[in-house]
């Protein structure tokens, strides 16, 4: 089999750290003599947009799940380089289109959580060869969501915040200090800042959950974020137990509480550790229902959509990855 690389690149995901694992891949993708075509995004959602055109022009066909290996066939690859928000947009078109068409991804960006809870190699050339070598794509549990007020729907891969993280979210990727900070490989810092900020900013909101056939109602809802896998924000263990590996998700609920408890929270989180708290709710769920009754920030895979009421469907889709 012949495989025809489609390379979608976003050089300015991790304050250009996009470019620079962009040109590693190039190099090996040249000197072993693969065939390849390149894509730059040139503003944001511009990947969405190439995809599209992917698409409409029939380049994206025919993956080999079924077909004997060594056929004299080609068919094409489609690798993202880029940071989460990247491969959010990509995933997103595809589904949009109703193609669930496998994806291989290089990570590139800042906060990296898709690639952490994936356990992807660090080294983005060893990233590549273990695509290479994968001779069948996985399929691995997604989420989406439809929301009945705005009557929009989108998949996600990491998670989506309403309320904290969703604020924290707007103000670092708005932030200046993000860029040259992610050149330095030092954005967690932008992120903790943000974060200080938020954590002061953020007010107490009502949601009602329904869920595994009760419902549920919080007066003092301070974090709301549901979530695919353990991260967000770059590496922070929210939800520890978390699987890609189980078709289940989990809503992590946060009420506000005195500065003194949430740093209690945040010691615990930030090391990994388990722990229960009538103030702290984890619900794992296969679906579920979000009511919530005053704009709040949100994020979804760490980018943001800014301050929205919410009456939210969330269930499990797929995804195939390489
Ligand atoms: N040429 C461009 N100029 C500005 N923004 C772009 C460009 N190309 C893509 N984008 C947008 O950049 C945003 C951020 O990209 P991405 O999330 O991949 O990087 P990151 O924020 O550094 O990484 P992470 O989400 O892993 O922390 C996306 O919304 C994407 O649409």
Redesign the pocket.
Known sequence: MKRIYHVII??????GKGSEVAKKILSELTEHQFTYHTYQ???????AQLVQTLLEQNKLHGFPNDRPLGSEETFPMLLVI?????LH?VVNQLHAYGANYPVAYIPA?????FARALGLPDDPVEQFWQVVKTRLPKTLPLLSYQDQIQGDSQVFFNNLGIGLDGKIVRKT?ESARKKWL?KWHLAHFSYLSSALVSLFEQKAFPSRIEINGQSIRMDKTYLCTITNHPYFG?GVAIAPTVSLEKAEFELVIVEKVAWFKLCYFAYHILRKKDFRSRSFHRYPAKKLRLVTTTPEETQID??SIGARCYDLTIQLTEQAFW
């Open positions: 976003n050089p300015v995901a991790g304050g995004t040139e503003y944001p959602n511009h990947e880029g940071g989460d928000g990247t947009h960006g800042t906060g990296n959580d990727n992610s770059g760490g980018e």
